[in-house]
């Protein structure tokens, strides 16, 4: 158990809806990364947040945001889904935030299946 | 721009065999690399770090990786598989504060 929560597990929904994940980091971790993980991209970076602030953007569609809250969760909001969206997507913590510099602490992941 | 290639989407070895993944990556400057394993259903957890140093990392489950600069590769080793180690092992690479790449990934099975 790595100390990151994700809810829910699974999410089944229909191609132009909107889903909201969440993440909960480890605690005393102050940054957040969020990456999708599909069989033909494979693990792809998506967003860092840093103690509430935008740290790092990768791959992260127009139809995705995230934000940080004060008490350091993170929501990961995907909004008219395609079915390519259908992915797992994982939550990730660390200390400082200094992305490739420390250890990432991952989550379980959350399934989401776009119909 | 960084990236990471694991040339092995899936390899098979007996228990108790000895066990090699292949990691190439590529990256300007010093990198730093890590290798995580994924179960099924489970999130990715880190089995051992590069950042500088002694070239040959140890790291948990009895896993160690060497970093060999001339040949950009970092790969990862065991002495002698268990049957739990069925997996899929992941190299990563990262700059330092920028973002990590991650491999495509290797799944590995292991026969009795």
């Known amino acids: 158990d790595s100390g990151v929560t994700q809810t829910p597990k699974h999410l089944i929904t229909a191609t132009g809806q909107r889903v909201t994940l969440r993440c909960s980091p480890r605690s005393g971790d102050l940054s957040v990364y969020w990456y999708q993980q599909s069989l033909d991209q494979g693990l792809q970076f998506l967003i860092q947040?840093?103690?509430?602030?935008?740290?790092a953007k990768g791959n992260i569609l127009e139809r995705f945001s995230a934000q940080q809250f004060p008490d350091l969760h993170s929501e990961l909001n995907l909004s008219s889904l395609e079915l390519g969206d259908s992915a797992l997507y994982f939550c990730a913590s660390s200390p400082r935030g200094a992305g490739g510099q420390e250890t990432q602490y991952f989550g379980p992941g959350t399934r989401l299946l776009v119909l | 721009a960084q990236s990471v290639t694991q040339p092995d989407i899936h390899i098979t070895v007996s228990e108790g065999a000895s066990l090699e993944l292949r990691c190439n990556y590529s990256y300007g400057a010093t990198p730093y690399l890590f290798w995580y394993v994924q179960s099924p259903g489970q999130g990715l957890q880190l089995l051992l770090k590069y950042f500088s140093g002694d070239t040959l990392v140890q790291g948990i489950k009895g896993f160690e990786a060497e970093f060999k600069r001339s040949q950009s590769s970092f790969n990862l080793r065991k002495p002698s598989v268990h049957w739990s180690d069925a997996a899929e092992y992941f190299c990563a690479v990262s700059g330092g504060y920028q973002k990590v790449t991650f491999g495509t990934g290797t799944k590995l099975q292991v026969i009795p």
């Open positions: 947040y840093y103690n509430g602030e935008e740290r």
